[in-house]
Nanobody, 123 residues
Framework: QVQLVESGGGLVQAGGALRLSCAAS????????MGWFRQAAGKEREFVAG????????YYPDSVKGRFTVSRNSAENTVYLQMNNLKPEDTAVYYC????????????????WGQGTQVTVSS
């Protein structure tokens, strides 16, 4: 069974950058899709980035396109989320997750989740 552990969150000023990591224990197969989500207080969980583990295709919603970059290191079984030009509205708990269904933005279609890491952006 795959387990996911996020790290790299913290407090940053608006305009700053953070790099989140998601380390996976257990095998991730080329058919899997790894997603990053965030959940702000009182809001639903939101898809912010994803990558096909095998071929490395990446996907972003318009809200973060051009600011966030997702990548993976297959040898280290790790997924990264580089976040630049952060805004106060990016404040949330960030989660990585695995989907066996391929590319999807729906949280219910992910079967393995990390514990989350807090990102706080001050204005």
């Amino acid at each position: 069974q795959v387990q996911l552990v996020e790290s790299g969150g913290g407090l940053v000023q608006a305009g700053g950058a953070l790099r989140l990591s998601c380390a996976a224990s257990g095998r991730i197969f080329s058919s899997h899709f790894m997603g990053w989500f965030r959940q702000a207080a009182g809001k639903e969980r939101e898809f912010v980035a994803g990558i096909r583990w095998g071929v490395g295709n990446t996907y972003y919603p318009d809200s973060v396109k051009g600011r966030f970059t997702v990548s993976r290191n297959s040898a280290e079984n790790t997924v990264y989320l580089q976040m630049n030009n952060l805004k106060p509205e990016d404040t949330a708990v960030y989660y990585c997750a695995r989907s066996w269904r391929g590319y999807t933005t729906l949280a219910r279609e992910y079967d393995v989740w990390g514990q989350g890491t807090q990102v706080t952006v001050s204005s």
